[in-house]
């Protein structure tokens, strides 16, 4: 891997996108009348959601596995997750024929496990707390040799995220914002990655849950604060900023928003019912915020990325 603050480029993501479009989805943009009367702006909903795993970390998984020299493929991939960066890793491991190791958190969602079991991710799993994820990640590291490729705080994984703001820019002309959720990231720094070269006019704002804000208060306060166990609806959304991520929050998010857990769960119903498309609770954060902060984005073009799809359907937050 390369170093931690090995800041990636512009060319980076580039480079990423020509790698990694055999084994992706250009993933379309669905809008609503309702959502935008709603929200007294124009949403345009960019649904990673229908990408194979269901979720954007396909993007940066497929860059880093892709671009493994034979010999570092050999020894597979590891990593730690709560969810979607297990599975996306994992289906890219598959893709390319090699190994795949997972940390995940005894509670992370049942069918979150069962897709990385059937992408062929072998999972050990841990108590779900940072600390607790770390440790257990490098016994199996230590065990297996596989590269590290880190959910959000890995330059590979942000230059791929980054082609998701690519495509985006290039089917939606004339954005004002781009809203993305944000726990560790990976997503928001892809964003802020493109957006900074490619359409620097267009705002990157980051929207989280009230119950994980550690994002918030450390763009606030100027420096990272890192809640260890954070609990939200928002599952995919627990882990903290990093160095690499937070060199790009700091250096070019415009604002973060944070909305409470029964937003964000009326959020995921107003987009299920009126987008007619499956989401999970981590999606419907942007949309949570923007309808609660209604004067921030009255009247503009505002890019949404449906980070991901995968939910246990015996398990909705409504019932």
């Not at 590290?148 to 004002?176: K, S």
Request: net charge negative; charged share 20%.
């Amino acid at each position: 891997m390369k170093d931690a603050m090995d800041i990636p480029t512009y060319q980076d993501m580039l480079d990423a996108h020509e790698r990694i479009k055999p084994h992706i989805r250009r993933t379309p943009i669905r809008t609503s009348d309702y959502l935008n009367e709603l929200a007294g702006a124009q949403l345009f909903f960019k649904c990673e959601n229908f990408q194979e795993p269901g979720a954007f970390k396909v993007r940066g998984a497929a860059n880093a596995v892709f671009g493994l020299s034979d010999e570092q493929a050999a020894r597979g991939v590891a990593t730690h997750s709560s969810g979607n960066h297990a599975s996306c890793l994992s289906y890219a491991a598959m893709l390319r024929g090699i190994p795949c190791n997972v940390v995940m958190p005894r509670t992370a969602p049942q069918a979150k496990k069962d897709t990385v079991r059937r992408y062929g991710g072998v999972i050990t799993e841990c108590e779900p707390s940072t600390s607790s994820r770390e440790a257990t990640f490098a016994e199996v590291q230590a065990r297996t040799g596989g590269d590290f490729v880190h959910p959000y705080n890995d330059p590979r994984v942000i230059a791929g995220q980054g082609t998701c703001a690519n495509e985006l820019i290039e089917q939606v002309d004339g954005l004002d914002a781009v809203v993305a959720p944000i726990g560790g990231g990976g997503m928001i720094s892809g964003t802020c990655l493109t957006l900074s070269t490619l359409a620097p006019e267009v705002k990157v704002i980051a929207a989280e849950p009230e119950q994980a804000d550690d994002a918030y208060r450390s763009f606030k306060a100027g420096h990272i604060i890192a809640d260890d166990a954070p609990k939200t609806v928002a599952d995919g959304l627990l882990v903290p900023l990093k160095d690499l991520t937070w060199h790009f929050v700091k250096n070019h998010v415009s604002e973060i928003y944070t909305a409470s857990d029964a937003e964000i769960v009326d959020a995921m119903k107003l987009i299920w019912k009126h987008l007619r498309i499956v989401m999970e609770p981590s999606s419907a954060v942007p949309l949570a915020t923007i309808l609660k902060n209604p004067e921030a984005f009255a009247g503009q073009r505002v890019g949404i990325i449906v980070t991901g799809g995968n939910v246990d359907l015996d398990k909705l937050p409504w019932i």
